[in-house]
């Protein structure tokens, strides 16, 4: 059973970082791709970016692009979300999940083709 647990959500004012991670149950990150999803209320869940099994590849959604970095450490199990020139409108529940494979273009981008999801860390940015 894959166990996924988010920590340091936070608040941090508009233009400032923070860091996210997600500490994996043994071996995740080495034969899962990690993604990062995030919700505010009342909206679908949005895809933020992800990083392939190998760690050879990344993906992030558009509102994103430029400013957050997923990136990894197999050796601690560990995947994280950098987010940089965070804006007000990154403000939501992030949450990492895993999945073991999918076909198409852009499917990582989907939160089905993710089978194992962590409880979720709060990000507020404040102006």
């Known amino acids: 059973q894959v166990h996924l647990v988010e920590s340091g959500g936070g608040l941090v004012q508009s233009g400032g970082s923070l860091r996210l991670s997600c500490a994996a149950s043994?071996?995740?990150?080495?034969?899962?791709?990690m993604g990062w999803f995030r919700q505010t209320p009342g909206k679908e869940r949005e895809f933020v970016g992800m990083i392939s099994r190998t760690g050879l590849s990344t993906w992030y959604g558009d509102s994103v692009q430029g400013r957050f970095t997923v990136s990894e450490d197999t050796a601690l199990d560990t995947v994280y979300l950098q987010m940089d020139h965070l804006k007000t409108e990154d403000t939501a529940v992030y949450y990492c999940a895993a999945g073991q494979s999918c076909l198409g273009y852009g499917c990582w981008t989907k939160e089905n083709e993710y089978a194992y999801w962590g409880q979720g860390t709060q990000v507020t940015v404040s102006s």
């Open positions: 043994e071996r995740t990150a080495s034969n899962y791709a």
